[in-house]
């Protein structure tokens, strides 16, 4: 077996993020109340209420599964399992697909929930880079150099953490045509979509592309609900109950009231409603975090985000990424996430989709640090 391999960036969250006031560590918007949530999706708080504090449906709730399987062209519920996160389906996934002497690729920089698994369960991960002078744009011959008739999965987050970067169609074709040639999966962690800075239109999924596309996703990240614990896979039919299985012994089910709230807030009005909220905070607070990295100039650059919270900040000053997010952390008390974690240097990722006072005030610290920091330099 391969040596365990901590998952570097919700370790550092584990570690680091009780407790602190300016937190910009975390990958989704701003998240909603209870109250938000019951007045935008429109619930029924006494039918709510009266439901059971039972186990429910254990691959989901029928009427949740067909809410999800309407948001995928020619899916059903059946081709839908409901997890405890996009966390569990990732975990299920590996282990349900990976056999003895397959590899994993995975594009860097990205959440390696999915290449953690797999590394841990003793499989070989290999490595894509994304470009950042391309715009975090795949490198073509480096996919076509990692593919092999031993390739099982590629896993691709779409868009991008911590970049946000959306696959053009150019790299989607890239990426459907390596697994075509030789059988693999695309496993397509979707979980941004619905956070798009300049459109109103749903990043595309993969599902519907190849034969062989499982798509995840999640309520965490484009709907503010990251406290239901509540994600899902859509797989072909025939691979649901090998899914569905593991999931039994992983968790065995997501709670009733989760997969009840994330019924009604997938309705198509308060779904509407509900990425609206997401998008206004993702495109003001993008813009008021560029605002904020132009005071000490040529310090701070960032390739714009296409969606998502967050931007993969990169930094010119004369200290490691832990070393910076180090000093934020205990002479500011903001929280980022060093680009060491995902393997890069001289980066942090920044999540800017928050109330604005609490943005503002976090960014002017970032600042005064700078403004330290440059003195002595």
């Not at 077996?1 to 975390?26: K, R």
């Not at 989901?60 to 569990?88: K, P, Q």
């Not at 496993?187 to 300049?198: F, I, K």
């Not at 596309?213 to 859509?234: D, E, H």
Request: with cysteine; charged share 20%.
């Amino acid at each position: 077996m391969s040596e365990f391999q901590a998952f570097a960036v919700e370790q550092y969250l584990s570690e680091t993020e009780h407790g602190v006031h300016y937190n910009f560590s975390e990958s989704g918007v701003h998240p909603m109340s209870y109250a938000e949530l019951i007045e935008l999706a429109d619930i029924d708080q006494e039918a709510l209420l009266a439901n059971l504090v039972d186990y429910p449906q254990v691959n989901g709730d029928e009427a949740l599964r067909e809410r999800i399987a309407a948001l995928y062209s020619n899916a059903n519920a059946d081709n839908v399992l409901v997890t405890v996160g996009a966390t569990e389906a990732n975990t299920l996934v590996a282990a349900t697909l990976l056999e003895p002497g397959d590899n994993v690729i995975r594009f860097s920089p990205t959440y390696e929930q999915l290449a953690g698994n797999a590394h841990n369960l003793g499989f070989e991960v290999r490595t894509v880079d994304m470009l950042e002078a391309r715009g975090w744009a795949i490198d073509a011959q480096g996919l076509e150099a990692a593919v092999d008739q031993q390739t099982r999965i590629i896993h691709v987050v779409n868009p991008n953490n911590p970049t946000g970067r959306i696959l053009s169609e150019a790299d989607r074709d890239l990426i459907t045509a390596a697994a075509k040639s030789v059988g693999a999966w695309i496993v397509a962690d979707e979980v941004y979509c619905g956070t798009e800075r300049h459109c109103d239109e749903p990043t595309p999924s993969f599902w519907g592309d190849y034969g062989r596309v499982i798509a995840i996703n999640s309520m965490s990240k484009a709907y503010g609900l990251p406290g239901l614990r509540l994600g899902w896979l859509v797989a072909p039919e025939s691979l649901i109950p090998a899914l569905w299985r593991r999931h039994e012994y992983a968790s065995i089910t997501a709670s009733m009231m989760s997969m009840k709230l994330a019924c009604a807030a997938l309705a198509p009005a308060a779904r509407d409603a509900i990425t609206a909220r997401a998008r206004g905070l993702i495109r003001r607070g993008f813009e008021t975090l560029r605002e904020g990295l132009k005071v000490h100039g040529g310090v701070y650059s960032v390739v714009p985000p296409e969606a998502s919270a967050m931007s993969f900040v990169r930094f010119n000053l004369p200290l490691s990424s832990d070393e910076l997010a180090a000093r934020l952390l205990a002479e500011e008390g903001v929280l980022v996430i060093p680009g060491s974690r995902f393997g890069v240097e001289q980066h942090f990722r920044f999540s800017s989709a928050l109330p604005d006072d609490h943005l503002r005030e976090g960014l002017a610290r970032i600042n005064n640090l700078t403004g330290r920091i440059l003195s002595k330099v």
